[in-house]
C-alpha cells in the first residue's frame, strides 16, 4: 500500500481558511482592528476556519474537533492523475510539479521512496489530493476548479498567492459523489472526470507536518494508531456551503481562530493537541490577506519539519518536547524501543536550566519561545481573551 508503514499510517488534513468580514479601526478598548458589523459572534479576525467534530464511534481522536483530512490512499497516487493533469494543461502540470519541490526536500511522508506502482506522482502532489478528496468527504466542500480553468496560474505563479476555488454542487449531487468516494476512493478520479474539474492543488501551500506521539498505556504497549500527516493550507474568499458526513464528523462550524480558542478554553468544545499548537499560530494574522502571504513565502522558501513530541521526565512532572526545544533529541525514538528521556530537574526550574523552549506541560500549558527552524511563526501562548470574548459571569 502507498502510505502504510509498519508502525503509522500517512494522512493530510486542510485547513480551510475562508475571508468572512472587513476590519475597521476600533475607536475604544486601545484601537487596533475590529469587524464591521455586529453580529452574534465576536471576532478581531476577518477570516473562519472549517473545523469538524469527529463522532465518539471514532477509533481516533473520538469527540473532539480537528480540521478535515484522513488517510493517504492508493487512489492519491494513481497515474490517472497525471493523466488528467496533462489534459489541464502541459505548461502548467510542469510548473506544478516543479514547484511542489522548489524549496528541497521534505520530511520523510515526502521524501522516502515508495513502491514502483506508486512513484508515478510526486508525493508531495498525491496527500495535496489526499487532503482534498478528504475534505470533500467530510464536509462535502469541494477545492477543485473547471478544467478551463486557468486563472491565476500565468507567469507570477508560483510568486503571487494562489486563492482557492470550490466547485458548488446541488445537495443531492454531492451526496451521491460523498458516498461513493468514501466507498471507494477511485471514485473521487471518476467524479472529477465526470463534472469536468481537477483537485486545486496550487492554491494549497504546506503548513506543517505531525507524527502521533509514542504514547504508553499501563500495558506497556504504544499507542494503536499512529499518523504521520502533512497539513495544508488553502485560503478561500467566501464561505463554502459545507456539511458534516453524520458518519465520521457529527457537527461542522466555521469559526476564527480567537473564538474557537475562547470555547475551547470555557469547556465548550474539544481541540486535538495539534489543533491548539496549530490554531495559536494563526493569532499572529488578524487579515486573512496577511495569513495568505506569509505562508505563501513561507512554502516557497521552507519545507515543513516534522514535528514528533517527544515525552521527557523532570523530578516532579513530565513535559513534551518539540523540534527547536534544547531537550529535544538528535535522533527521536519515533518507535517507542527507548526508555523515557529524563532530566534532573524540577518543573519550575526547567525553563531556568533549559531557557530555549517549544514545549508543553502535561497538564496543558505551553512554554514556547522558539521555532523549529521551518520558517514558520511561534505559537502565540501568551495572547489572552479580548473584553468581548470573556465569558458572561
Known amino acids: 500500500m502507498a502510505a502504510v508503514l509498519k508502525h503509522w499510517r500517512e494522512a493530510a488534513t486542510l485547513l480551510v481558511v475562508a475571508k468572512t468580514s472587513k476590519l475597521i479601526p476600533n475607536g475604544v478598548n486601545g484601537g487596533g482592528l475590529q ?3 455586529t453580529g452574534s459572534e465576536q471576532s478581531h479576525y476577518n477570516y473562519k476556519m472549517l473545523m469538524l467534530k469527529r463522532s465518539t ?30 489534459k489541464f494543461g502541459e505548461s502548467e502540470s510542469k510548473e506544478l510539479l516543479k514547484y511542489l519541490t522548489s524549496a528541497g526536500a521534505g520530511p520523510p511522508m515526502f521524501s522516502r521512496t515508495r513502491d514502483q506502482e506508486f512513484q508515478h506522482i510526486p508525493s508531495e502532489l498525491a496527500f495535496r489530493i489526499c487532503a482534498i478528496r478528504e475534505t470533500f468527504e467530510e464536509s462535502g466542500v469541494l477545492i477543485a476548479r473547471s478544467i478551463e480553468d486557468k486563472s491565476h496560474l500565468n507567469s507570477d505563479y508560483p510568486r503571487k498567492p494562489v486563492w482557492g476555488t470550490s466547485v458548488p454542487m446541488e445537495t443531492q449531487v454531492s451526496d451521491e459523489w460523498r458516498k461513493r468516494v468514501d466507498k471507494n476512493p ?108 506569509f505562508n505563501w513565502d513561507r512554502a516557497l522558501n521552507h519545507r515543513v519539519r516534522q ?87
Open 186 to 293: 477511485l471514485e473521487f478520479i471518476t467524479m472529477c472526470r465526470t463534472l469536468n474539474v481537477i483537485p486545486d492543488v496550487w492554491s494549497l501551500s504546506e503548513w506543517t507536518n505531525w507524527l502521533t506521539p509514542v504514547t504508553l498505556s499501563s500495558t506497556g504497549k504504544g499507542a494503536r494508531r499512529r499518523y504521520d500527516t502533512a497539513f495544508f493550507m488553502c485560503v478561500v474568499d467566501h464561505l463554502p456551503e459545507a456539511m458534516h458526513d453524520n458518519n465520521e464528523t457529527v457537527h461542522l462550524k466555521w469559526i476564527a481562530p480567537d473564538t474557537l480558542l475562547s470555547e475551547y478554553s470555557h469547556s465548550k468544545g474539544l481541540l486535538a493537541p495539534p489543533q491548539v499548537y496549530e490554531v495559536h499560530r494563526l493569532l499572529h494574522f488578524q487579515l486573512v490577506e496577511d495569513l495568505h502571504r
Open 57 to 86: 464511534k471514532s477509533k481516533f481522536m473520538p469527540n473532539v474537533y480537528v480540521f478535515p483530512g484522513g488517510i493517504a490512499e492508493d487512489a492519491d497516487f494513481s497515474a490517472e492523475w497525471l493523466d488528467l493533469y496533462k
Open 307 to 393: 514535528y514528533f513530541p517527544v515525552v521527557v521526565g523532570c523530578e516532579d512532572g513530565i513535559v513534551v518536547v518539540y523540534p527547536g526545544d534544547e531537550l529535544y533529541p538528535e535522533e527521536p525514538d519515533r518507535i517507542g524501543e527507548s526508555p523515557i528521556l529524563t532530566v534532573k530537574c524540577s518543573l519550575e526550574d526547567l525553563p531556568k536550566r533549559y531557557p530555549s523552549m517549544n514545549r508543553m506541560v502535561v497538564a496543558g500549558h505551553h512554554w514556547v519561545n522558539t521555532s523549529a527552524g521551518d520558517g514558520q511563526v511561534i505559537p502565540d501562548f501568551e495572547w489572552t481573551f479580548p473584553e468581548s470574548l470573556q465569558p458572561k459571569l
Open 35 to 37: 469587524l464591521a458589523g
